[in-house]
């Protein structure tokens, strides 16, 4: 059974930072692509950033400059730097991987940005 599981989650003040990270673990023999999905209340999930296996990376543009992903491969591992947060990334972050040639989730962690 493989799994994706997030942390790093919380609440921060505005122009904070926070580090998410995602580790895949179970029987695992193939990891492709790698991202960072988020879903605010009352709006569609979207994309936020994503790494190829090769460490290729592509952002949406409300969070270029801010937000940098990374991988590390040896821990079958996705994290996501965000810095300067402002109250519209307040969402739900979830991880998702292409991982044994399917489309995995983890269960997501709730990222607040408030003063």
């Known amino acids: 059974q493989v799994q994706l599981v997030e942390s790093g989650g919380g609440l921060v003040q505005p122009g904070g930072s926070l580090r998410l990270s995602c580790a895949a673990s179970?029987?695992?023999?193939?990891?492709?692509?790698m991202g960072w999905y988020r879903q605010a209340p009352g709006k569609e999930r979207e994309l936020v950033a994503s790494?190829?296996?090769?460490?290729?990376?592509n952002y949406v543009d409300s969070v270029k400059g801010r937000f940098t992903i990374s991988r590390d491969n040896t821990k079958n591992t996705v994290y996501l730097q965000m810095n300067s947060l402002k109250p519209e990334d307040t969402a739900v972050y979830y991880c998702?991987?292409?991982?044994?040639?399917?489309?995995?989730w983890g269960q997501g962690t709730q990222v607040t940005v408030s003063s």
């Open positions: 998702n991987g292409f991982i044994n040639f399917v489309f995995r």
């Open positions: 179970g029987s695992i023999f193939n990891i492709n692509a």
């Open positions: 790494i190829t296996r090769g460490g290729n990376t």
